[in-house]
């Protein structure tokens, strides 16, 4: 049975698993994402993780990571907050020190492709992953496949602009209002409290306990977030939306995304040139990115 070392690079900790090809996994784990020693450390990370696992041994090392990658090259055109991996060929850097194939993929089109492989996009032709987190991480699937764009950008949903009545402002976006962290930003602000002090996991206790001002916050954040869905159907005119991230797991949050475009629908979805959407939340949690990785590896790479 062939094993893979899959790897998902965060902000905060770079996950690690060993999968076979039927998602068993074998042993996982997490790391520190370095930053005081850039490139280097970074590297030296990677590195060892395959060293801890190469007596198994593993047949490739499947990455997720944040940024523009060239998912076949393996070049950073950018990489989010780890700014040392921007202008780097990460796949040729690490070619002598780890002797098996390496690939890596977007972190949000690696969670579409999971979702496509075995959960909430198996089985359709068309839709849309859109992660709720610190950003949104978004990804676009058309005819069985996940659009990747011409310079692998497509997907990037965090910066639509949440204002077309005037100029492109990168502070005035959709990730602003409609990411956890507009979420949370938001009801930290009603309550008075620093937003230091409130997360997803104390929001949605309040919520479900029925905290009124949270409700109103939920419905408000759920509004916005139908906002962009009915925006982006009528662009891509997809079959289904599928919500990932900490918070998609709430029951309380899908049920009133539901809600809200539903009553949107019945309210003007004759006007509308657009059908609506499905919309459901993911199948796969946290080990979602590392799914994806080694789907593409499986399924884009070794196969063609």
Request: some cysteine; proline content about 3%; overall charge negative.
């Given at each position: ?49 395959y060293?801890?696992f ?13 940024g ?42 690696a ?15 068309s ?15 058309l ?54 002090e ?75 040139p ?31």
């Amino acid at each position: 049975m062939n094993k893979y070392l899959t790897i998902d690079v965060g902000g905060t900790n770079i996950k690690y698993a060993v999968m076979t090809e039927e998602l068993e996994i074998l042993d996982k784990g997490e790391v520190p994402t370095p930053y005081a020693g850039g490139l280097a450390e970074f590297e030296d990370t990677i590195a060892a993780l395959y060293d801890r696992f190469s007596d198994m041994p593993v047949k490739a090392v499947c990455m997720s990571a944040p940024g523009k990658i060239d998912s076949v090259t393996g070049y950073f055109y950018t990489s989010g907050a780890l700014k040392y991996i921007s202008g780097v060929n990460l796949k040729d850097e690490l070619k002598e020190r780890i002797p098996v194939p390496f690939c890596v993929e977007n972190d949000a089109k690696a969670a579409a492709l999971a979702e496509l492989w075995k959960g909430s996009m198996k089985g359709y032709d068309s839709g849309s992953v859109i992660t709720l987190g610190t950003g949104i991480g978004g990804s676009v699937i058309l005819n069985g496949k996940l659009v990747r764009g011409n310079t692998f950008a497509a997907g990037e949903f965090s910066g639509i602009s949440s204002r077309w009545d005037q100029k492109y402002d990168r502070h005035v976006t959709w990730a602003g209002v409609s990411s956890t962290t507009g979420l949370v930003g938001r009801y930290a602000e009603r309550i008075g409290k620093d937003v230091s002090e409130v997360n997803g996991r104390v929001f949605f206790e309040a919520a479900n306990s029925g905290d009124e001002t949270a409700l109103e916050v939920l419905e408000e954040f759920c509004d916005t977030v139908v906002t962009g869905i009915v925006s982006l159907q009528l662009i891509l005119d997809v079959q289904r939306f599928a919500f990932g991230g900490g918070i998609s797991k709430q029951p309380l949050l899908m049920e009133t995304i539901q809600r809200r475009l539903d009553e949107l629908f019945d309210e003007i979805g004759a006007k509308l040139p657009a059908t609506k959407p499905e919309v459901v939340a993911c199948a796969f949690g946290n080990d979602a990115n590392m799914i994806g990785a080694l789907y593409h590896y499986l399924y884009e790479l070794e196969k063609n």
